[in-house]
């Protein structure tokens, strides 16, 4: 024991070291996916069927446009007219709030590495569990999800917010307002039968998977699962020009090779954007400006966003969030959890030095659709930001304006044309006849 203590001691006090370039991802490090699947998953992510007031799909703030976001800091979900920039809030729905964080990205969802989803992990992989999941629904987790991207999608759909609706708009707020979420009856039930009454989407259904031999057997779980597996071919990205330097058939430009020897040396950003995925899926409290609603839990009010710590309570976690995978970066603006910079360049410079970052926030960077709500709470209380900048445990690194240049330039070397422009792309309709979000 003493012996490994001295030794971790050893390496820390060394200061950031050269790391390694990871191995090249391969097809071992993906689940292998149906194409016929992937085909009837594409349909139900462009389909505003799946929420409450038919207005909202998952390619609303999940766009390849966007980089398979929304281009916004902050979504509107529910409550929202039209897509991007151009999303405005509808006058006679207006949605109660804004989504309290930047929409995620959407690549190598199908890598088999991947165990913790959301900004906050708080969908995980657990092998105790009989789902094989930690997820905040625990009992009412149900089982037969095909992996934890599936299970995913359970989430939006029950989110007023994001997909469902308020109060009584429709059948499926309401169920989930009585929490009723599973059985006969229960808010995943009432979307499969919207899905089980369009015969595109049964015949569809009874073709792709054995199981299912009348429309009544359409299952929720069936419907995430062809969602997890457009999503996992749509998006898999591993063939940009990074990943012809991992496995060694090419050089990066000269800027973009400054950028990555930086990277993986005196900037350390490998020591959490690590592996080929370039996160190392654990949570870090970068001293993000919090802008929004925030994530009070129901008993309480406040618009602060704490992170890891409302999943796991402990003091270590708070304002920590996940470290994203950089795959596409570029394309995925605005960055941080709540989207607070629309520039990289300014991102990664504030990045390098959280704290001092955080008295100099310009909130000019942020792109928000027009709607009469208080974003700023927390920004405009000192004592606020400083617990913000309190949590922060990282040194500052020293880059100079030319080295973010180079760091910038080897990002942007992460983007990937194959996983921009999608493999199915864009349906031109969906079998429920409603409109496909197009910017
Ligand atoms: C109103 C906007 C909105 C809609 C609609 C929406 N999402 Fe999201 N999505 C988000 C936001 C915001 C997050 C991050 C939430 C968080 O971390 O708390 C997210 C996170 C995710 C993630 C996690 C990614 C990761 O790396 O952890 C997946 C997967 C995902 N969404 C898929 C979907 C699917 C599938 C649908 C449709 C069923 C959907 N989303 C509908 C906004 C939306
Ligand atoms: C101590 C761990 C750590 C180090 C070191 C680190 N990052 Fe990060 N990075 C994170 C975390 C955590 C986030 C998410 C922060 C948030 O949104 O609250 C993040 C976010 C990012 C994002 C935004 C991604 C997005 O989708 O919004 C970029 C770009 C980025 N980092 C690049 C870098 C670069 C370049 C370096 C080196 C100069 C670096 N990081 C060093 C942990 C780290």
Not at 243 to 266: I, Q
Not at 400 to 419: G, I, P
């Amino acid at each position: 024991m003493r012996n490994i203590l001295v030794y971790i001691f050893f390496i820390t006090s060394m200061g950031p070291v050269a790391a390694e370039l990871p191995a090249p991802l391969t097809n071992d490090d993906f689940r292998p996916v149906s194409i016929k699947e992937a085909s009837l998953g594409q349909l139900l992510f462009y389909d505003p069927v799946l929420s409450g007031n038919k207005e909202v799909a998952c390619a609303t703030c999940h766009h390849p446009k966007f980089g398979t976001g929304d281009g916004l800091s902050l979504s509107i979900g529910d409550g929202g007219k039209g897509i991007g920039l151009d999303r405005i809030v509808d006058q006679s729905n207006l949605p109660e709030q804004r989504v309290p964080r930047n929409a995620q990205p959407l690549f190598n969802l199908g890598a088999k590495q991947i165990r913790i989803l959301f900004h906050d992990g708080r969908v995980e992989v657990d092998i105790s569990r009989p789902s094989g999941l930690r997820t905040p629904l625990e009992e009412e987790m149900v089982n037969g999800f095909a992996s934890i991207v599936s299970a995913q999608t359970m989430f939006p759909v029950l989110s007023g917010d994001e997909m469902a609706g308020h109060y009584s708009e429709n059948e499926i707020s309401e169920a989930v307002r009585r929490g009723t979420l599973t059985g006969d009856g229960g808010a995943w039930d009432l979307i499969s039968k919207r899905v089980r009454l369009i015969p595109e989407y049964a015949d569809q259904f009874m073709k792709v998977y054995d199981h299912i031999t009348k429309p009544s057997e359409i299952e929720f779980t069936d419907i995430s699962n062809a969602i997890a597996a457009f999503m996992e071919f749509e998006w898999r990205s591993d063939t940009s020009p990074y990943d012809a330097v991992l496995s060694g058939k090419n050089t990066l430009p000269r800027l973009a090779d400054k950028g990555l020897k930086l990277f993986y040396g005196e900037a350390g950003c490998v020591s959490c954007h690590s592996g080929a995925l370039l996160t190392d899926q654990d949570f870090h409290a970068m001293g993000q400006p919090q802008l929004g609603p925030g994530k009070a839990a129901r008993f309480q009010n406040h618009s602060r966003d704490e992170g890891r710590f409302r999943v796991t309570g402990l003091d270590a976690d708070k304002y920590a969030f996940r470290t994203p995978s950089l795959r596409n970066v570029a394309l995925t603006g605005p960055w941080g959890h709540a989207g607070a910079f629309s520039n990289l360049k300014s991102f990664v410079s504030a990045h390098a030095d959280p704290r001092a970052a955080l008295i100099d926030y310009d909130r000019s960077g942020v792109i928000l659709t027009d709607f009469n709500t208080v974003d700023w709470a927390i920004m405009d209380n000192p004592a606020e930001v400083q617990a913000i900048a309190d949590a922060v445990r990282i040194k500052p690194v020293t880059v100079s304006s030319d080295d973010v240049l180079a760091l910038v330039a080897f990002l942007e070397n992460l983007t990937d044309t194959a996983a921009q422009n999608g493999r199915l792309g864009i349906p031109k309709s969906v079998p429920s006849g409603l409109k496909v979000p197009t910017p």
